[in-house]
């Protein structure tokens, strides 16, 4: 062997080793920016900031949050699809990012299942359906799904915003009841809330955390829950599935974790078991639950699963609604 060629083939031997070195040391002490495709202060925003404390600390590495609003989300995500794939950029999406908007719309500028590598569910978020007492005089789900079929498309709901997980999941409840109701899409819901509570909307779809506070006032009443199990919190109030006589109803909004496509295996094992140990952590759990959430599972091949089958759960329900994307 000349030394022209093993002078090439020992610097190619060199190139491989410290790449997997490199890799080895992941995240070698340098910042990891997650990416957020939302305004600060949402949910995701928040799931993000509290996962990246603990990370931090596992880790020993910076985990940084930043937020990419615009597009539906598409802003924030794009970014992540065109990053190295190389665990120093993660993405956390949410259900409307991923688990609706590729049956909402036509045309996306990311494929939710080849463009990301699945890290695992960080956050489940209890939906709760609440009334206005003084518009419905229901206490149940029986009462309310007859009260409704008396009177259809007499009852109004509030939502977040046309095309999200608060207008899907009553169109779904629509659909599984034989009901009737019309939609008052808001920008957000806390004004969607505020409006039920004056009276001007009868009801609501609402996550566990923005409603909890106005329970206790009277102006609001709680029908269900949308988890599989009744809260610790709220031990007498029933789960939909309870209402509806559907064992296997249950819907969640939600939050995940994702690296882009290609992220060596190595990096999404290690992110995988630091996030299956923050989210077991006490504190992680207590600081889930005084954000209304529960917590997730930190398993690629369960996410992986997951999000495809709520893909279809509500491509369906778009397609049955004929939903169509602002």
């Not at 491989?16 to 995240?27: C, E």
């Not at 609003?69 to 990053?83: D, Q, R």
């Not at 829950?225 to 249950?250: H, N």
């Not at 639950?289 to 599972?297: K, R, S």
Request: a positive charge; charged letters at 15%.
């Amino acid at each position: 062997m000349n030394l022209t060629r093993r002078a090439a083939l020992l610097s190619g031997l060199c190139t491989m080793m410290g790449r997997a070195g490199a890799q080895g040391a992941w995240p070698a002490g340098k910042a990891v920016r997650m990416i957020v495709p939302f305004a600060a202060g949402g949910a995701t925003d928040v799931a993000a900031r509290v996962l990246a404390q603990a990370l931090a600390e596992s880790l020993k590495t910076s985990f940084v949050v930043e937020n990419r609003a615009g597009g539906h989300g598409f802003v924030g995500i794009t970014e992540v699809v065109k990053a190295q794939p190389d665990g120093y950029t993660l993405l956390m999406a949410s259900i409307g990012t991923i688990g609706i908007n590729p049956g909402l719309h036509a045309k996306l500028p990311y494929d939710a299942n080849a463009d990301f590598e699945p890290i695992g569910v960080i956050t489940r978020t209890p939906v709760v359906l609440v009334v206005n007492p003084k518009n419905l005089p229901v206490s149940s789900i029986p009462e309310l799904i007859t009260y409704l079929k008396s009177r259809p498309g007499k009852v109004n709901y509030a939502s977040a915003g046309a095309g999200g997980s608060s207008h899907l999941i009553p169109e779904y409840f629509k659909h599984l009841t034989g009901t009737s109701m019309m939609h008052v899409p808001y920008k957000g819901e806390s004004a969607a809330l505020a409006d039920v509570m004056g009276g001007q909307v009868d009801l609501m779809f609402s996550t566990l955390l923005n409603a909890v506070p106005h329970l206790k006032s009277g102006r609001l009443r709680l029908l269900a829950v949308s988890t599989g199990q009744r809260l610790q919190e709220f031990p007498d109030v029933p789960t939909m599935a309870e209402g509806l006589l559907q064992k296997d109803f249950e819907v969640v909004a939600w939050q995940a974790l994702y690296a882009p496509a290609n992220t060596p295996p190595e990096i999404v094992k290690r992110l995988a078991a630091a996030v299956e140990s923050a989210l077991k952590a006490p504190a992680m759990v207590k600081r889930m639950a005084e954000l209304g959430a529960l917590p997730g599972q930190a398993s690629p091949e369960h996410l992986a699963k997951f999000q495809r089958s709520e893909q279809e759960r509500w491509k369906s329900v778009i397609q049955v609604a004929n939903i169509k994307a602002d």
